[in-house]
């Protein structure tokens, strides 16, 4: 079995036992890592402070060695904080709204690109299979090859792909597109992305396709096809099924002394639809006067990339907004938003997910969105919750068990909390049985492995999804 070399933004490096920090995905490609041997690099996370990049910390921890790489301010200003979180990130969710297209910072991402492969190239061996993730990244095949690689080299997008109107407003777009038919395999989360990227191959007549998954541009041919994204289900179920013994969980379902919890959780980003969320929630209790005094809604909110503006803003109307709709409804033994911005134990979290009566997930456009599987995974199957899910993430191509709602649409969403609150136990386990099985079948471990099949060039042209 050849030797996995994986490529991501940032690497989540194991605790001092070896122990994989918590997530599915560093679980997973952990795992895979450990039984072929192989190389995990990335940022280190640390930014240097003169212009110049320092260099490479190496480390062994079993079968794995970790490569990262400092940055300089620059670099990170720029490649980070720059172009991918303020160009290319808006740009996938369709937030033309809020790209910011400078020029200095589209040349320090493709230069961090040039540096990832210099750093990388020494440390490959031939029959090396190489796994590059997400849009921090994807001119780094472009690179590689450049330097005269031959690898297999797959790229997997985690986030939406926009269809060709909103991409070509990017002035890199062609360099970008070129990028992506460097590679082997390209893999999106959902049909409606490799659609959308088919279509932005096309359009321009910059590629065509050839069938059962295969495109050519730029004189190379390779694959574009559709892979899932999971959670590592039976674990998490686990993890949700034992939550008891927290002290935190017991006190939780203390304080709710009886009253019904719907839950959100979200690191803090404009994509998640937090805003919008909060006037449902708000809406519902309006125009249910039954509900004041009843129902909780918690809304677990870490801060993320504080170091781009549009973060600080999304920081500040999210206070202002829980602050506001407290402030008109709360009464004196009664708060409806209990808004907490800073992150919690993961087990914890499977707990909290267990004990909600409604999972309120209401991205207004995400490539998958891993906590609507979180918290299917964690519902008590005698007595499961019920997900309200936007139709805008791509879970909702899965989780057909799910209310489906339109996050941009107040009334909708209050409508289907009110639903879901009231949803017959009947009802909700039927949902759930719809979902669960499914979640568990295709799991993190599933995704991986379709996803390094396909690369190996042994896969099915085939996406995952259900029928719909
Ligand atoms: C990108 C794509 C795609 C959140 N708060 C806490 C916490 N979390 C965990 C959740 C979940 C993860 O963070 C968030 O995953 P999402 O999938 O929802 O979203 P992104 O971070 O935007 O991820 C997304 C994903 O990549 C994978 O491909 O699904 O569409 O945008 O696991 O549980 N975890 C803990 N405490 C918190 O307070 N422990």
Redesign the pocket.
């Known amino acids: 079995m050849s030797r996995l070399v994986v490529i991501s933004n940032r690497v989540p490096l194991p605790d001092k036992s070896g122990a994989a920090p ?4 560093a679980v997973a490609l952990q795992a895979a890592l450990e039984e072929r041997g192989g190389i995990w690099m990335g940022w280190s996370g640390k930014s240097t402070s003169g212009r110049e990049t320092s260099g490479i910390d190496i480390r062994e921890q079993g079968k794995i060695t970790y490569a990262l790489v400092d940055l300089s301010r620059k670099d990170v200003e720029e490649y980070y904080a720059g172009f991918a979180n303020r160009v290319l990130w808006p740009l996938c969710h369709y937030r033309l709204d809020l790209t910011d297209y400078a020029r200095k910072d589209m040349a320090g991402y493709f230069r961090v690109n040039r540096l990832f492969a210099q750093q990388l190239a020494p440390l490959i061996k031939p029959d090396d299979v190489i796994w590059v993730h997400d849009y921090h990244l994807i001119p780094l095949a472009a690179e590689l090859r450049q330097m005269g690689l031959k690898n297999r080299i797959g790229f997997f997008l ?2 939406p792909w926009p269809p060709a109107d909103v991409l070509f407003t990017l002035p890199v777009h062609e360099t970008i597109m070129r990028g992506l038919a460097s590679y082997d395999l390209v893999g999106f ?1 959902t049909r409606h992305d490799a659609e959308n990227f088919a279509g932005c191959l096309k359009r321009e007549g910059i590629g065509k396709e050839l069938g059962q998954g295969l495109f050519e541009a730029y004189g190379h041919v390779f694959r574009a096809d559709v892979f899932p ?1 999971s ?1 590592e289900t039976a674990a998490f179920a686990e993890a949700a099924r034992t939550s008891r013994r927290h002290a935190l969980v017991g006190r939780m379902r203390q304080s709710l002394a009886g009253r019904d919890l719907i839950i959100g ?3 803090l ?1 404009y ?2 639809g937090i805003t919008n969320r909060i006037e449902a929630f708000e809406r519902f209790i309006v125009n249910n006067p039954d509900s004041r005094g009843r129902v909780t809604f918690l809304q ?3 801060k993320s990339r504080s170091e781009v503006p549009e973060y600080g803003d999304m920081q500040r109307m999210v206070a202002e907004l829980a602050g506001r709709v407290n402030g008109a409804l709360s009464t004196v033994d009664w708060t409806p938003i209990r808004y907490v911005n ?5 087990s914890v ?1 499977a707990g909290l997910y267990r004990m909600a009566q409604v999972g309120l997930v209401t991205p207004l456009r ?6 609507a599987k ?1 918290y299917v995974a964690a519902q008590d199957p005698e007595n499961p919750g019920v997900l309200i899910l936007s139709r805008f ?3 909702a191509r899965e989780l057909d068990g799910a209310l489906l709602v339109n996050p941009y649409d107040t009334d909708a969403v209050s409508d289907a909390i009110a639903r879901a609150l009231s949803m017959p136990i009947e009802a909700r386990r039927e949902r759930w049985n719809q979902m669960m099985p499914h979640l568990l079948e295709n799991d993190v471990s599933h995704w991986c492995e379709s996803f390094l099949k396909a690369l190996a060039g042994h896969g099915e042209t085939k996406g995952d999804e259900r029928p719909a």
């Open positions: 918590a997530g599915g995905l985690h986030i989360q994204i959670i959780v979200d690191r980003d994509s998640k677990v909110t870490p800073r992150s919690i134990g993961r979290l995400d490539g998958m969105n891993l906590v979180e993430a791509g879970a």
